[in-house]
């Protein structure tokens, strides 16, 4: 005995793994096998192979199932539904290939349906239009339905189940305008200006059955395919996507495209994708964590490659399709912006506008932002930037009873360093953008951060780390939405805001599609950042913020301004809109002032009984500046017709302001017949200075008081050199330049020897790309000196009140400017000289940028620049990239360079654009770039600037003097001066309050009943808004005099005017104490 029995008893191996290979089987080649996929679904020479030839099953374009007839609307007007649909228009034939055009016309079709019999059974039909421009879809009795974008963008509208009974006729219109999303550019290329002489091509008006099989499978394909290319090489999950994806497309070809072959490549995608991306359930499943939250919406500027009138269009055509959308996918969320849009929608699309309200009642709808519009934040004023929010808001709440927490600007230049701390007196703590995706200099380091003011106030900041707000909704927005996230340490989670803009209409629903499927992804394989449909942009920072307040994360901080790192020519390029913008918000910050004291006067005393608070005038005003504040408006980027759109504002601004200001004057007893005697010399009285300012304002030196010392004088040394002098300073101007400058105070030289201050220079000015948005760095060595014309200086003014020289200086054949130097008698006390320079430019350039310069004495490595509410310090050298990446910047009224015990103030009148570069500064003047306005700033132009040395720091004189430089001193004749004086007196500080505290804004309480729009419920009681703020930077106490006004009670309020606390009022007024750099407004109530 021995192995042989231990050989029976042991197990037979009965494997069926053949013994033999049945054949040879070679290595995948990974590249090949994945660029196989594109056969499947591109436009090539496989397309009538592939899936795209299955999408549909039946096409009609005959005249007997769809019948064509337009009416061409006239002379590029923009009919209403009523009037394009009189019976007295003649509707003529059309036909799918006809033209037409030319750009921005309106041609309305009258579309008739009548379906075959076999078609009432069809699943899905749907219209196809395509004319590569713009339209709406509209019921046969006027209601708007849905917008379409040509150019494949958004071609369909489903045929509703009403349409679809057998040989009836159904009619639809179809409004169609001569745009596409971007305007009309010239050559394709989008900055360009308009071409007006665009056609368009109908090439699509079908009638299609939509095979929904092979359309679900389409995007599982697409998303699969996606999958395979763009998971990296080393996982899994993409070698598993690619088989899947290959697995697909044989068997397709194996059932040649049929249906039931069609059922079976979707469920082999099951196997990636789930089985629930047909539907919303898809988010059912793993609900924890979702990190990227995709939120719908459909950025419309406001004007930009097209005028306001196409904007209005283009919101009703976009939001109706966001209805239609809304119903259709259940978890589809869509955000719009923009209070000034709604408005629009509201006054001109009725039902468009309940529709919309209906779906914001459903909570799918959803408002943000909290602006009139999305404005720029860089140059509007303080005071704009608090009406962007009062009148935002108040529109969200009247309208629909709630108020927005997002402060929403996902395309704006550049962020202002107060605007946190306004954010958060307006009832918003949460901000989003992405802009500074865009700087071409340094890569922004944070995604989600606590973004702090120059007051030490917060918002929560986030940054799509997709860096767009238009995304497509790819698998590539959704993983970049991760591999992009530069805050992962403190918080994984992002917004993904996904939507064609301008005029695309918003998401699509194949966006929605590929989201599902994305998720799907998630849910089954992984490696894919899991994605939702955010519920809204508020839950995300809900959770954001309640983990921040529960100290699960701590977010990094960032101070002061998000200086965007491109787009810098905005500061000066169409000088005229920038002035309008100035003069607009000084003259309501005088109406408002003068309107509210002549409302508060003792029973009207001075007269004017019946005066009452202009509220309908000053809202026009006010929405009609800041509608032109807009991101493309103010900033200069918009087309030429946009212009054309806010020069017409402006001057009804202006208009409607002159008499305001009219009446105003006249209900405070001004100019009365009383007065009026003065020059006859019957009565008593004098001529008053109307006192706007936060401070009582000293009259026009007048030569009686002036001392021999301070008057002003001027002598002529040469044919080319004059000196001006007064008290404070020797000014010796030769060719228009100043070569020196004596304070005679302080005993020092202003401008280093040889140098010459107030130089004109000119710059080549060509940017990389976006010409009137840009000016890039390298234009400044081309910096060139502009001579004055040889003998052209002479004296034009010589009084011992103001002495002036006015120069010439050609800058080429057509193009000129006039410089007049001026100085004014000094005063012999506490007041400040300046040196003033009015220019008058004639300019007629190409690609050519003017500034004026400013050598001083003056040393320092930061300078100083009025912003809103307060004072930003740049850097004046280039250490760093991040210094250097500001070599142009904003300001407002002043630009100071100081070191110790000396500065220099540069003020200006109607300019936003400076740079200082060591000891140099220099004021940008004009620009001339050719797209997308090609006659952007050509013409005449007038603007002023002054130079304000000042022995000592930088403090409240420069301040005053931004100001006062730019209020024009009104005087008018009053019978009893001192009685109007002593109302002016009213809200301003008593002389020992802090000297940083400016009163900037007086106006009446928004719901006051005689001085309320009514937009929401007045209420009883007359109250005055006084808004204060600190402008220096400290911590600074005073007390804001009442005058002969009787205050009752005073409150401590935010923006919107909501009560924040009691505030200490005695008979004469209120004490207050701000932060540094503090805005705090205070409402009164009047006894
Ligand atoms: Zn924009």
């Known amino acids: 005995m021995g192995g042989d029995t231990n050989r029976a008893l042991a197990p037979t191996f009965s494997s069926t793994y053949p013994i033999h290979a049945p054949r040879p089987m070679g290595k995948q080649i990974h590249h090949i096998y994945r660029d196989r996929l594109s056969q499947f679904t591109n436009n090539g020479q496989y397309k009538q192979q592939s899936l795209l030839a299955r999408l549909y099953d039946g096409r009609l374009d005959s ?20 009037e394009a649909t009189s019976k007295k228009n003649e509707y003529v034939k059309a036909k799918k290939g006809d033209w037409f055009g030319p750009s921005w016309s309106t041609h309305w079709f009258r579309v008739t349906f009548s379906l075959p019999y076999e078609w009432t059974y069809k699943p899905c039909v749907e219209l196809h239009w395509d004319a590569n421009n713009e339209g709406m879809v509209w019921t046969e009795d006027g209601k708007p339905l849905q917008g379409l974008t040509g150019g494949g963008e958004r071609v369909e509208w489903v045929v509703p189940l009403e349409f679809r009974d057998y040989d009836k006729e159904h009619v639809i219109y179809i409004e169609m305008a001569c745009n596409g999303m971007f305007g009309n550019p010239q050559g394709g290329d989008t900055i360009q200006p308009p071409d007006p002489n665009r056609y368009f091509r109908l090439d699509q008006a079908d009638l299609v059955s939509v095979n929904l099989d092979a359309r679900a499978l389409y995007y599982d394909f697409w998303i699969l395919g996606d999958a395979a290319r763009e998971f990296p090489e080393d996982s899994w999950q993409e070698h598993q996507a690619l088989q899947i994806c290959n697995e697909i497309m044989d068997c397709f070809i194996a059932g040649e495209g049929s249906r039931s072959c069609i059922q079976d490549c979707r469920e082999i995608a099951k196997k990636y994708l789930g089985s629930d991306v047909d539907s919303d359930k898809v988010y059912e499943k793993n609900t924890e964590h979702a990190i990227v939250n995709a939120i719908g919406n459909c950025h419309i500027d406001t004007c930009w490659l097209w005028p306001w009138a196409e904007t209005q269009r283009k919101i009703a055509r976009s939001w109706s399709s966001q209805c239609d959308l809304l119903d259709r996918y259940p978890e589809h969320r869509f955000v719009a912006s923009q209070a ?39 140059m509007p004023s303080g005071e704009s930037l608090v009406r962007q929010f009062l009148y935002g808001q108040r529109f969200f709440e009247s309208r629909f009873g709630e108020r927005c927490k997002t402060f929403w600007l996902p395309d704006t230049f550049g962020y202002s360093t107060q605007l946190p701390q306004l954010c958060r007196l307006a009832g918003m703590n949460r901000f989003f953008t992405q802009k500074l995706s865009w700087n071409n200099i340094n ?35 959704v993983s970049r939405s991760v591999s992009q996230h530069k805050s992962m340490d403190q918080d994984s989670t992002s917004l993904l805001p996904f939507g064609k803009g301008d005029g695309g209409g918003g998401p699509t629903f194949g966006m929605l599609e590929k989201l599902r499927r994305c998720r799907g992804i998630a849910n089954e394989v992984g490696l894919l950042p899991k994605v939702k ?22 977010l990094v901080t960032w101070y002061g301004e998000l200086y965007f790192e491109l787009h810098r020519g905005t500061y000066t390029t169409q000088a005229n809109n920038k002035r309008n913008n100035r003069k607009a918000e000084i003259l309501l910050h005088e109406i408002e002032y003068l309107a509210t004291l002549a409302t508060v006067q003792k029973e009207n005393a001075m007269g004017g009984g019946s005066y009452k608070y202009p509220k309908k005038d000053l809202d026009f005003m006010w929405e009609a500046v800041l509608l032109c504040q807009f991101h493309d408006c103010l900033p200069g980027s918009a087309i030429e017709m946009c212009y054309r759109d806010s020069d017409e504002l402006y001057a009804k601004v202006f208009k409607t302001g002159a008499k305001l200001m009219d009446d105003v004057v006249a209900a405070m007893g001004f100019e009365d017949e009383k007065a009026k005697m003065i020059d006859q010399g019957n009565g008593e009285g004098e001529n008053v200075l109307l ?32 000196v001006l002098e007064n008290g404070d300073f020797e000014v010796e101007v030769k060719d228009g330049v100043i070569t020196r400058l004596f304070d005679k105070k302080a005993k020092r030289e202003v401008v280093p020897k040889g140098q010459k201050m107030n130089q004109l220079v000119i710059f080549d000015d060509k940017p990389l790309y976006w010409q009137a948005w840009d000016v890039e760095v390298f234009h400044l060595r081309s910096r060139k000196e502009l001579k004055a014309e040889s003998g052209s200086m002479r004296i034009v003014s010589d009084g011992a009140e103001k002495v002036a020289v006015e120069t010439k200086t050609v800058i080429s054949e057509k193009s000129w400017v006039k410089t007049t130097i001026s100085l004014n008698a000094s005063s012999a006390g506490e007041g400040v000289s300046q040196i003033e320079v009015h220019a008058e430019v004639e300019w007629h350039e190409t690609m050519k940028f003017l500034k004026v310069e400013f050598p001083t004495t003056i040393t320092n490595t930061e300078a100083s620049y009025e912003t809103q509410f307060g004072i930003i310090r740049r850097p004046t050298h280039y250490n760093t990239t991040w210094d250097m990446a500001k ?104 002389e020992d309050s802090g000297k940083g505290l400016v009163v900037d804004t007086v106006k009446r309480g928004e719901d006051d009943e005689d001085a309320s729009n009514g937009d929401m419920p007045a209420k009883k009681g007359r109250h005055v808004i006084v808004r204060v703020y600190d402008s220096l930077g400290g911590m600074a106490r005073g007390t804001v005099l009442f005058g002969p006004v009787e205050v009752q009670k005073a409150w401590k309020c935010n923006l919107l ?20 750099f503090e805005v705090a407004s205070y409402k009164l109530l009047l006894a």
Not at 941 to 956: F, N, R, S, T, Y
Not at 1057 to 1076: K, P, Q, T
């Open 887 to 990: 070599f142009e910047v904003c300001c407002h009224k002043w630009a100071d360079l100081s070191e110790h015990g000396y500065g220099l103030s540069i003020l200006n009148d109607s300019k936003y654009g400076f740079a200082t570069a060591g000891n140099v500064m220099r004021l940008s003047l004009l620009r001339a770039p050719k797209a997308p306005d090609a006659h952007a700033d050509m013409g005449h132009h007038q603007m002023k600037w002054a130079i304000l040395p000042h022995v000592g720091a930088l403090d409240e004189r420069t301040v005053r003097a931004g100001m006062e430089f730019n209020v024009e001193k009104r005087t008018h004749k009053h019978a009893e001066p001192e009685m109007v004086k002593s109302l002016m007196g009213a809200f301003k500080l008593a």
């Open 691 to 722: 006192q706007t300012l936060g401070w009582t304002r000293q009259p026009a030196i007048t030569t009686a008081f002036v001392s021999a010392r301070d008057t002003a004088r001027v002598r002529q040394i040469s044919e080319d050199v004059c």
């Open 443 to 477: 890569n922004f380091p944070h995604t989600t951060f606590n973004w702090v003011s120059l007051d030490g106030s917060q918002v929560i900041c986030h940054m799509a780390p997709c860096e767009t707000y238009t995304a497509e909704a790819h698998f590539g927005d």
């Open 340 to 378: 000034q849009q709604f408005k629009w929608l509201e006054q001109l699309y009725p039902d468009a506008w309940d529709r919309v309200k209906s779906h914001v009642k459903k909570g799918n709808f959803q408002t943000i932002g909290g602006s009139w519009v999305e404005h720029d934040t860089n």
């Open 63 to 82: 005249d007997k199932h769809i019948k064509l007839e337009v009416w061409h609307a006239p002379d590029l007007t923009r009919p209403t539904f009523k």
């Open 533 to 554: 449909v955010a519920e809204s942009t508020e839950d995300f920072f809900d959770r954001l913020e309640k983990r921040s307040a529960e100290g699960e994360t701590d």
């Open 1057 to 1076: 005017e909501d009560i924040i606390e009691e505030a200490e009022v005695s008979s004469d007024g209120m004490e207050v104490e701000l932060r540094a």
